[in-house]
């Protein structure tokens, strides 16, 4: 039998509409820098279709999250970007920016859609993950025509199969290694890029924000990017691994913030999110006892950064609570 009994957002519906609310608000903020102060043509029109992507996402949350009597998250908006300050960044970063974008967007999309039930919540997440998917074909197409594309090694192709005969395929934490597999070649250059975004965006941050002791923050992770890279490289240079030179930080000298210490806080614990999903993601790709611990010790010292990330926006009152069950014990402790 029918039944019209309406049929409430799971908590992981509930949780990936919200944080895709609070990214996209953020976003949409930077691109809105990016489009003031891009001189690239080509480039202009990607950034402009990422905006109406961005702005097609918070309406459609702001209009469902409204039928169905959610209170739609605070986000970022005008308060948090500062018109007419000059750029700092360049068009090349702003494509490479793309680009992360998109690849992150494409990952966070495909779990959404993995873990909703409601048709009308898959039907989304299948749209959305199709705007993603165009924007960054867009942005890599466009960073191959101008040649500032960083790819991943490249290696011979196998001529036979072949079939693991003792324990050393699984390695050693000390002595000599074995030939890294492809599969951590792919994912030791992707998170070399990753790093790089990431130390690229707060070595900028820590010129403008206006608070010294976040300023101290974004140069701390700036400096944990670089020493993570450094790391990927000797994996790769222990292997007799070659990886073409990664493309320039291309930072301006400025000193103007073109977004809010909120905002640039905020941006700095979600690269951190991004950069430990993607290692945790290489630690199950990654055979190699050695390279696994590697992973786990950077996990590590990216949760604690975070950590002390959310700590500064809690002492600010920034950090904006994301949907959660209620307190129980609170309820019934309760003194009327």
Known sequence: METSRHTRLTSS????????????????????HFKETVEDKKTEEIIDYSLGIAENHIETITDLFQKEQIAIPQGFGANDIHKNAPRLFSDEFYLRYLEHMGRTGLSTYSLAKAIASRKDIRELYKLWYSQTEMMYDLAVDLSLEYGIYVRSPYMDYPDEVLFVEDNEFLGQIFGKKRPLLAIEIAHLGTNIEVCHIGQTILLGFSQVAKSQEIRNFFQRGSNIGKKQITTFFEILKDSNTSYPSTWDALITGSIEPPFSDKLMLFHANLLSAIAIADFGTAIGGSVRKDIGINYARLIAELASYAEDGAKMMIKERWLEKPPQTHDRDKLINRTD
């Open 13 to 32: 519906e509930l949780a990936t509409l919200w944080n895709t609310y609070v990214a996209d608000t953020m976003g949409k903020c930077m691109l809105l």
